[in-house]
C-alpha cells in the first residue's frame, strides 16, 4: 500500500500563488509521478508530469505558469502555482501509479 498526502491548497486571490506538496510513504526515485486536477462538474485532468527519466510535461492551461517538482530524498512532490486564475480553482490530487491522494482544494476568488 502506497499513501500520498496532498497539502498546501488553500483560498487565493486571482493572481497569487501558492506551493502544493505531496508527501509519499514510499521512496519515488525513477517512478513518474503527477498531479491531476478536477474541477466541480469536470472530469478529472492531467496538470504536470515528472517523468521518471527527469523530463516535465504540463498542460497547455498552465504552461509558464505551474511547475513541478520533487525531492526524492524527502519523498515529496511538489507544484508550484504562480499567476493564479479562477478557472485553476479544483481539487488537485498527486499520483504515484495507480495510488492517489486525498486531494487539496485549491480556490481561486476573481
Known amino acids: 500500500q502506497v499513501n500520498l498526502v496532498e497539502s498546501g491548497g488553500g483560498l487565493v486571490q486571482a493572481g497569487g500563488s501558492l506551493r502544493l506538496s505531496c508527501t509519499a510513504s514510499?521512496?519515488?526515485?525513477?517512478?513518474?509521478m503527477g498531479w491531476y486536477r478536477q474541477a466541480p462538474g469536470k472530469q478529472r485532468e492531467s496538470v504536470a508530469l515528472a517523468t521518471a527519466n527527469g523530463d516535465t510535461r504540463y498542460a497547455d492551461s498552465v504552461k509558464g505558469r505551474f511547475t513541478i517538482s520533487r525531492d526524492s530524498t524527502r519523498k515529496i512532490l511538489y507544484l508550484q502555482m504562480n499567476n493564479l486564475k479562477a478557472e485553476d480553482t479544483a481539487v488537485y490530487y498527486c499520483?504515484?501509479?495507480?495510488?492517489w491522494g486525498q486531494g487539496t482544494q485549491v480556490t481561486v476568488s476573481s
Open positions: 514510499i521512496q519515488f526515485a525513477g517512478r513518474t
Open positions: 499520483r504515484l501509479d495507480r495510488f
